[in-house]
Every structure is written in structure tokens, then in C-alpha cells.
């Protein structure tokens, strides 16, 4: 592609092009252009045509479609062609830092993006003047081309901040320095000496002070790894005058947005964060600085307002203090009790104060303040640093903090009584205040788990919060009616069990609030208030002390579904859950009238789920209705199939994808409930669940299988006699599950159930070809989970159909094929098996194989019959293998092309462990004992004598007392 | 590891989880691009000149020159001098050699060694006839012996080894008023000769110089004991076989009577050769316990200095890199309490260090043993210094939380553990290294929370896509033959 007006001509034609908004002129100029980029020349056209085009439009789309090809094509792949010419590539390299400099910030942006991604590959040893024509211009004096400069070194350097140190990235970081360092340092103190030239030049000022902040953050990356010999020894000069612009203060700079942060905040911010670095990685030779910066950082914080826009700058200046106080050499610093009055005073205080824009929050966007204030994700804000400072700052003074603040909340509370319509924030602070001063120990499941032992929570809750919760008006002062709640959530284990007792139906009442923080934050304590542990691991609160306010609190939790907003509220939905966990027979006689309203509220979120959360509970609360019902009386099972089968029907029928697998584990549930013979409603709809569309959705398997299983287990012969034609439909159901690496072991349950519960005669059919299908995946695709749930499988068949039904089986598919499977599988792998059920199925299996299948005895297979039985023994006495070849351990990943919607498990439809075998050995050890026993007595002489010569002594053994626990003797 | 028994091998595929022993221990590292300014003590090693025996007359300036040609005539001169037969011509060529080597700025080390000096500058060494001459070409090599590996490599190639071991019987030594002088400077001398790592000297050197080493580090004189000291912490950074040979003279018991010293400058130098015997193997870590150093390292991880609170939680980190016997030594002489102590106090390169000492802990750790490491509240602080500003010792600490998980796991307690990483803020911090630049540590922080902190995390099934099929029961193709 040669460089001439032609292609210029063309080339600027298919980038106004790949502007058009309609994609059928804009697609095929995008792929014409990528098809071209291979092509020698191709970027220094574009670049021709960036710096000559007179379209400013033109020029821009140049400009990104030039770092789009950079990107894509600049990295050398190993292996794989080399995608730029290597003159290109010097010619690119030659002329961009220019390019960059000269064009206009939009287009300069853009290069600085190209250059960066460059200089990660080439820089330094593949370009190696790029430092040096960098630092050449930082003595033009013209800061346009300075900040391009700077731009471009902050995007090459920030990856400082978070490399690993190695030997190369730190040569790197040393050639840097030796060419970087001085002329920097050179230029941050003549900028700052041309602040005061200028400053009463607005704009002359803005330029120099973005350049300071650039400066600021290329100190921070150059300084990240370690203390650089030069920075070292030129602290004094960096600190000085980091420490005077902390303290600088220009009217002109500052700004009259209130949201977005303005140039002076920005620098500050940085420089707190390099005080912050210093402090933290430098302590030794920061020192002498230190408390300088801590008078300055703590005034600034004194003279800084109120308004979103010093947000960043605040919380970083209040993280610095922070970690500063709690190091013990930096403590006299603070521990003056006029220092440690005026923090508390002049910093914690006002930035614990209820802001305008939070007051807006609480109102108008109800969910995100409930995220903020209850989820803790609140990490950058000023509450937030300010707690942090009094966690801090208690490490050393906790006595005189607390006496500090107790004045404050006194004074508060004392401001607030005088007039609680107007000065109802100071309450709020107060609160906080004690909030953040009580806390020193949180988690979510229990609240606050250590507190300060100083502050009386009691006391505080006594006289400040149960005036709040007990005031009749339950709408007045929402935001101190949410705090006073939240108190009782957050101190839950720190408060006696009457006050918690006091407190219910107070909570209660609030769950009828119409502000929504206030009774989500109701509807949240009561459901943590649920789950608190009593004495010998029951809850704390007991259903007998609920009586009283159990159908208020069933009401009001409904109620408040139905307030606007809350509509499906997942902490209401979530309360009921636990609720009806907790009241357990107590909701018996309300199940009627709530089933209804449960299965309405079910009907309308299923046309379009969109709180996941919120349906999840909604669910477990089905699940719990159900169970706790029907425990009580197993026949009300039909009432709830009556009133939940329409719903599910449309659920099924629309494929709400979603709730699908919930449907199928509810059913599951009601089926198990079942005691006499399957329903026709379930067998109407049990070849739909054979469906292949059904069984793509990960999310179903699981669900699905549980629920088959449930048919086999209720249903068997019912299938076997009415549904007959559907078998070979469940076995391809199984097939397909065992090809699958990762829901192997769901085709084993269900094949488990087929087998252990189908009559034997409606599957002798497909026996051998069920066998033939396993060993074709044991052949191709073995893997430890597969292995493990063979074994099982086989030796379940052995318990049900017997030993030599094994052998046979086994033998007819291929001749010696039994011998094969004991000696490569079982005897080698059985050790691997995992789970007391499998492990007992696989001991009465083996032992079965040892004495009742003759071919084990008479046949070639004898010489298998010793190590199976010391296998078995290992099986008893040995620790499990969990080894796992190397080459398995990521199958999970490997094998999972899509991550699909994942399956959603609801704790409440729960199944218990099921065990095949039971009762009817309750110790296979003994089962071993005397099976062994009838095989002697059958062929005297000669278990002995195999058990002696071949049998090692350590099993022999624990054979020996098996026998003696069985009192029985082999001859 | 100079052997690989079963031991060895059992350990790395169980224990340190495929990690290497070796590379769990020596982490001091080749990296040696240094953006620091060189250390304080280490830096007075590098280059002390001998520039006056005696009460001397300052330079003159003629050698203060970097002109090439003044300086190679000075060079003639000595030369022509010192192969003179005449004592005191000779005298003066070592006199002027040694001065010429002693200026501050460029001594002209390589000239001299090209000028062919060294081998007569050897020879004079054996003159026990005459002592002035004997002892300016000591001071002549020894100023070479201090310049790069290469330059020491010449000195011990032209074999001054054996000469200075001999000279160290000189009667001058002890009845000459400058004895202690002297004998400073020969010390000195035989640090250097030690010192250098590219190439390590040989082994046969190494051989004649320790008896020398080990007895003056019996002597009652502090520099001399720092630079004996010096001496045995070069020596012993480096392969494990070096290390033997130092262990074999049976030195570490006075070593460790020196880390009750008062004097940093002795202090240092002991802790260092300790910390490069503690980091080879298991046998020679235990070498070091047998002789107590175990009971002198609590006092040093709380000296005064964190330079020495560094070096001692590295010995530490070391120490804790061992099997569980180790790790339980570490518990009976008492030193995870200052050890939490240095994770919650110190610096932050000590902080660092300990971060180390805990990994290593809990990776090869019995459960009992991790147990034991978070009551005494190490966790706590490993969790306060997930804010550190430093990639690599925030994945370390990761490392640590995940070696105590599984721990917990084996214990049936992660929900116990899950709270209490929440109590203490670990979780607030865990998941905001999920924004973590580096991909490293975002991936491990985030493996955390998915495992250990996700409500949904044991829900999630993955399994392959399914495909079309009509699931229609039987085996396609009936293999011809099995055979597992």
C-alpha cells in the first residue's frame, strides 16, 4: 500500500464510512479496513491521514481506529506471525510521541492510549530514546505538551503500583529513574514557582495545576516499590512542597460544582495518598516529615465543607490519620486530650453528620441506601473513614475517646430533645456516634460480636431507642425510627433477651412503616432476631414466647408486601421464611389463608422474575408451609398440590426458566410426602419430564433427577404397568447423563433408583446394554468420580440381583470380562470410594462377589479372590484415598464450555440420606464374618488354606477379629 | 536440597504443596537490582580504605589524579621499585602502591593488578624478616581485595591466602603497639576475601581461611568480631554445601552467644550468618536450633533497631519453612508472641518478612500448629495488612488465609473461621481485593470469597452443554473389546 493521495483518498472514504449509523454501509467499510491492516504501510497512512485530514471528525475516527490497531496487532505472539512490519514499527515509533504532542486533546488522548500500550511491549530495551525524547520536552515550557508528556508517563508507569517485584521490572523502574527522576523533580518545583507567577491567571493555573497532579501520581507509581535512592535524597524538597500544597488554599481553583471533584481536591487527594505511602512503606526515613503532615492533613480536614465534590479527598485525608494513630511511635501525636477533643470535634463529628444528599438517598432510592447503610458497602464513604478513625484512634485512647464523644452525644441528644422537629439530625448522629464507638467486632449473621465495654448499650437503648420504637406514630422521623432499628439489629448479641423480648412487637408494628428503609430494616432485625442461638443450640427465641404476637407478625409481614415499593422486598420475604422456620406448628392454622396469598404473590412474579433473591425465599417459605403442614397431618399434601399445580402448570407451560427448577424440587418434596401410590396428576406429567429440551438446562439436572428419583421410589411399578413405553425415554435419560464428565454422577443416582426400585422383570431388556454403555466410558473417558460411582453402582446391582447375576452379565458381553472389571477396578480403586452409604453397599457387594459366586472359586478367577478379599479389608480399615490424578483436577472448568444459569438448592425441600440396603446388615463386617463362615462350611478346608498363603498377615489380622466378633470359625 | 530421600520428597508433594523447600526458604533471592540507597552497614563493608598506618601525612595531590598519565608513570615507579633488591626501594614502591590504592575516588585497582604487582606483593607477605614491608603490601592487597569479585578473585588467584593466614602468626602482631590495628585490618581483609558471591571463592581458600575466621572470632576486640562475623554471614550465603563446611567447624554455638551482644555492629553480622543457615536444609536449620538460637531470637525481633527486628523475622521465616517438629520449636521457645507483635508493630519490611513467617508456618504446619498460630492472633494481623501497599505481600498473606481455611476445613470449623475473618473487617478487605490491579491477587482474593464467603458457592453445578439428542436408550457402536 503505497503512501500516496489515492489511497489517502480512499482510506479517508471507508473511515467516514464506519461512521455511518447504518450498519449496512458501516459494517462492510469496518471489515474492509480490518481486511487491510495486514498490509505494509496501512498505520502510517492512517497516521497520514490523522495529522493531514482537514474533517476534525475524520481526523478523530484516525486516531481511534490507529489504537484499536495497535492494540489488536502490536504484541508479538510467539508462534504466530509477526502482524506489523518491522518498518512500520520504527516509523510508528518515530514519529507518535510528535504526532501526540501536536494535535489537539481529543486526538491526543487517543495516541497516549497507542503510546502506552506500545511502551508495555517495546519499553525499554525495543525503544530505547523514548525516555529521553519524553524528558527533552518537558524544557519546552509549553504545558500542553507537558501534560501530554506526563499523561503518557503516568499510563506507562501506574503498573508500579501493582507488579510484582522482579528483577526486570525493577531494572526497568532504575533506567526510568536514572532519566526520569531529576528532570521531574526540575519540573515540579518550576511549576510550582509558576503557580505563584500566575496566580491571579485562572486559566494559567488550571493547566499547571493538572499538571501537579499528574506530577503527584508519577511519584506515587516511581516511589510504589521500594524508596528510590534518589527520592531519598530528595525528600526534603518533595515533601516540602507536597506539605505546601496541602495547605494551599486558592480561591480561584475552587470550583461551584457541588458533585464533581475540582482540581484542587484531586491534587490533595494524591498527595494524602503519597503521605499515606510514605507513612505506611518509608516510616524509618518519612519520620521527620510525619507530623507535619499530620497538623496539615487533620486542618484540611477541619476546613473542608460538607459537599459531595471533597467526598474523595475527606475519606482519604481521614484514612491517612487513621492509619497513622493506631501505629504505637506515632501515638504521642494524638494522645494530647485537646488533639484527641479537637479530631473528635472538628473530624469525626461533622463527617458522621446526615447529609442532604443521604437524606434524598433514604427517601427517593431506598435500595441503594439499604445497601450502603446495612451492607457495608460503603467502603469510600466519609461515615465510613470517620468510624474508622474511632476504631483507630480506641487502639490507644479508648478511655479519653469515649469520655470525648459522650459529651457529644449527651449534647446532642440534648440539642435534639429541645426541638426534635428541626434538630431530629443531631439524634441521628448521636446515634451513629455510639454506634461506631460500641462496635469493635462485626459479622453479619450475629451483628456486633465485641463491643466497648465503656459505653452502656443498655442504658443507651433504654433512654434514647425504645422511645423511638414505642412512639405511636410509627411515620414520624422515619430515618431516627430506622436508626433506633438498626440499633437492635447491630447490637442484637450485646443486648439482654428481655430487651430483645420487648422489642418483637415493637418490630412488628414497624413493619407497617410507609417508608420503605423502615420497614425493610423492621422486616431485616425480626428475621435476624430468628436465627440468634439460646442455650443448648435452640433459637433464642422460642414459638411459646412468640405466641402472643404470632398472627400480628404473620399479618404485618404480609401487609407490608403490599406496601409500594416493597412489593417483593427480598428482607420481608426472607422474614417470613424464617418466621415459619422458627414458629414451625404455631403457622399451622394461618397455612390456609397465607398459601393463597403465597401462590398469588408465586403467579405474579413468575411473569417476569427479576429479584432473584426475593423468588428464592418465596420458595424455601412454599417449601416450609408444606413440610411443617403435612408433618402435622400427611393428608393435607392434596390441599397444597390443588392450590400450587396451577401455578406450576403455568410456570412449566410458559418455561419460565427461572423458577423451573424450583417447581421441580417443590414437587419433588410433595411427591416424597406421598404414601400410597403415585398420583395420576404426577404420571400425566411424567413424559414431559423426559423431554431432551428440558435436560439442556444445567439448572434442571439436578432438581430433575431428585425428582425422578421420587417417581421411581413412589412410582415404580406403576411405570412398569402404565407407562412401560417410557422406559427405554428414562434410561436414555441416564445415558445421556453418564457421557457428561460432570453429571456422571446424576446418572448414577438415577440409575441407582432404576435399579433398586423398577420391578427386575421390566428391565431385563436393557441390562446388558446398560453395562455396555458404562464400560464404553470407562474405556474412553475414566475419571475418579466416574470410578467411584461405578463401583457403587455395580455393587448395589450385586446386592439386588446377586453375585453370580453379576458375573454372568458381565461375562456375556465379553468372555473374562468379570475378571477384568475385579482386578483393573475394584480391587485397585474401591479404596477411593467416599460416603458411609456407598462404602457399606460396596462392602456387602464384595463380600457377596468372595462367597457367593462360584466362579470366584472354581475358575481362573481364584487367583483374584485373596486380593479381593484384602481390598474389602482395606475398604474397612484403611483411611480413604482422596488422590486424584493430576490431569483431573479441573475437569469441572475444562468440560464447561457455557456457565449456564446455576442450580439454585432450597435448604427447606431438603432430602434425607437414603440408604438401599438399611437395616438388613447393620454391619458388614460381621456380614463378612459370616458369610465366610457359610463358604467354609461349604468347601471345608479350603478358605483356610487361601486365607494362608496368600492373605498378609496384618489383614489376616483384622480378619481374625471380625471372626471373634462374630463368634464364628472358619474350618 | 543436597540429598532427595523419601522425607525430602514426601514433603514437597505434601506439605508445602508442591513448593519446593528450597524455594520456600531462600527468598533472599538473586534479584539484585537495587532501587535503595546500598544499606547503611553493609555499605562501610564495601570500601574502607587503608589510607593511614600510623600517623601519616594526608595524600599528596599528584595521587589524587584521575590523569591516566600521571597515574601510569606513578604505576612504573612502583613497579621498577618493588622488583628493586633493595629493601627500602621496595618499601617505598609498597608504600606508594598502598597509597595510590587508598584515595577515595577510582583507585587504580585494575592497573595495579595489570601492572603485574600482586604476585611480588604475595611474595613480600612471607618476609618475616622485615615487618614494615610485609605489612604495606598486606594493606596494598588488601585494598585490591576489596573492589569487585574480580578484583578479590585475582588476590586470592595470586594465593595470599595461605600468606595472610601465615601472617596472621606474626610476632609483629603481638608486641607491636599497633597490633590490634593490624590485626583489624587483617581481618577486614579476610572478610573481603569471603565476601564475594559471582564466582564464590574456592573452596580450598574457604578451607585454609576458617581456622583463622573462627579464632578471631573469640577475640575480645568489637571490629574485629564484626568483620569475623561479616566473614561467616558471606560464607554462608550461598548453596547448602558451603554452608556445611561452616557448621562443621563447630562455630554456631559462639554465633549465637554473639546475637546476645550489645553492639550493632556485631549483632547484625551474627543474625545474617544465622538467617543463611537457618535458610539451608532441614538438618543444618536444626543445627542451629540444637545450639540454641531459638532462645536468642525473641529478644532480637524485639531489639530497638527494626534493621535487626528484619533479619530476625527472616531467621523466622525460615525457621517456620521446616517440618512441624521445627515449627513446633518455634512454639515452645516462645516466639510466636513476638512474632505477632512484629506483624501488628513493626515496619513495614519487617512486617513483610513475619507475613512470610506465617505463610511458610501454615502451609507446613500441623492443623494443632495453625490452631495454636491464630489464637495467639496472628490472623488478626495478617488481615489488617491486607491494606499494605505491596503486591506481592498481599498474595503472600492470601497464601496464608487460604493455608488456615484448610486447616479449618480438616477441623470442620470454616463457618467458625468465615466470622471471624468477619469480625475482624478480613472480609471487607478480601473482597475489596477483588478490584485489585494485579490479576494474581484479585484471582486469589476472589478464589477466597467464592470458596469460603459465597452464600450460593456450593450450589453452583457446571457441567457440558447438552446436546440435541433425542435420548434414545443404547450403545451405538459395541466396542470390540474392553479393556480398562
Redesign the interface.
Known sequence: MELNDGNLQTLTEYLQKTLSPDPAVRRPAEKFLESVEGTQNYSILLLTVLEKSQNEVIRVCAAVTFKNYIKRNWRVVEDEPNKISDPDRTAIKANIVNLMLSSPEQIQKQLSDAISIIGREDFPQKWPDLLTEMVTRFQSGDFHIINGILRTAHSLFK?Y???????EL??E??LV?DTFAQPLTELFKATIDLCQTHATDINALKVLFSSLTLISKLFYSLN??????FF?DNMETWMTNFHNLLTLDNKLLQTDDEEEAGLLELLKSQICDNAA?YA?????EFQPYLPRFVTAIWNLLVTTGQEVKYDLLVSNAIQFLA?VCE??HYKHLFEDQNVLTSICEKVIVPNMEFRSADEEAFEDNSEEYIIRDLE?SD?DTRRRAACDLVRGLCKFFEGPVTGIFSGYVSSMLTEYAKNPGVNWKHKDAAIYLVTSLASK??????GI??ANELVNLSEFFVNHILVDLKSPNVNEFPVLKADAIKYVMTFRSQLPKEQLLETVPLLVAHLQAESIVQHTYAAHALERLFTMRGANNTTLITPTEMAPFTEQLLNNLFKSLAIPGSSENEYIMKAIMRSFSLLQEAIVPYIPTLIGQLTHKLLLVSKNPSKPHFNHYLFESLCLSIRITCKANPDTVNSFEEALFPVFTEILQNDVQEFVPYVFQVMSLLLEIHTSSIPSSYMALFPHL?Q?AL?????N??PLVRLLQAYLEKGAATIASAAADKI?????????LIA????DHQGFYLLNSIVEHMPPDSITQ?RK?IF??L??R??SS?TTKFVKSFLVFINLYCVKYGAIALQEIFDS??PK?FG??VE??IIPEVQKVSGQVEKKICAVGITKILTECPAMMDTEYTKLWSPLLQALIGLFELPEDDSIPDDEHFI??E??????T????LAFAGKKEHDPIGDAVSNPKILLAQSLHKLSTACPGRVPSMLSTSLPAEALQYLQGYLQAATVQLV | MPTENLSDKRMSKFKNKGKEPTKMRDRRI????????AHKVEGIMKRRNISSVGDEEPLSPEYNTDNKQVISEAIQEIVANVNNECPEKQRQGCQAARKLLSRERNPPLKEIVEAGLLTRFVEFLGRNDDPTLQFEAAWSLTNVASGTSWHTQQVVEHGAVPAFIALLASPMLNISEQAVGYLRNLTWTLSNLCRNKNPFPRFSAVQQMLPSIIQLLHHSDKSILSDACWAISYLTDGPNERIDVVIKTGVLPRLVELLGFEELAVVTPALRSIGNIVSGSDLQTQAAIDAGVLSALPLLMRHPK?SVQKEAAWAVSNIAAGPCQQIQQLITCGLLAPLVDLLR?G??KTQREAVWAVTNYTSGGTVDQVVHLVKCGALEAILNLL??????TV?VILDAINNIFLAAEKLGEVDKLC?LV???GGL?RIE?LQN???N??YRAAQALIEKYFSE?G??????????????????SD??K????
Not at chain 1, 503500583?161 to 528483577?167: G, I
Not at chain 1, 467486632?441 to 450475629?446: D, E, G, L, S
Not at chain 2, 538473586?30 to 540507597?37: D, H, N, Q, T, Y
Open positions: 503498573r503500583r501493582h507488579e510484582f517485584k522482579s528483577n525493577w531494572s523502574i532504575k529513574l510504589f516499590q521500594d524508596l528510590p535512592e531519598e505511602l505506611q512503606k518509608y516510616d524509618e492509619s501505629r504505637p457495608g467502603i467486632a462485626q459479622t453479619q449473621k450475629h460480636t465485641q423426559l431432551p435436560w439442556e438446562r444445567t439448572g439436572i439436578p427405554p425415554g428414562l434410561l436414555g435419560v441416564f445415558q445421556k457428561s464428565k460432570a453429571n436393557y446394554q455396555i454403555l464400560f464404553q470407562l474405556q475414566k458381553i465379553q470380562m477384568m472389571v483393573k477396578i469441572d472448568i468440560d464447561t464450555p457455557g456457565y449456564q446455576a442450580f439454585s438448592q | 538473586a534479584e539484585c537490582v537495587e532501587l535503595r540507597k527494626s508493630n515496619d513495614f491494606q499494605a501497599k505491596d503486591a506481592k498474595l466470622l468477619e469480625e475482624v471487607d475489596f485489585h490491579e494485579n494474581a491477587v450460593d456450593d450450589d453452583q453445578c457446571l457441567t457440558t452443554e447438552a446436546t440435541d439428542s433425542n435420548f434414545v436408550f443404547g450403545a459395541v466396542q473389546r474392553f479393556d480398562f
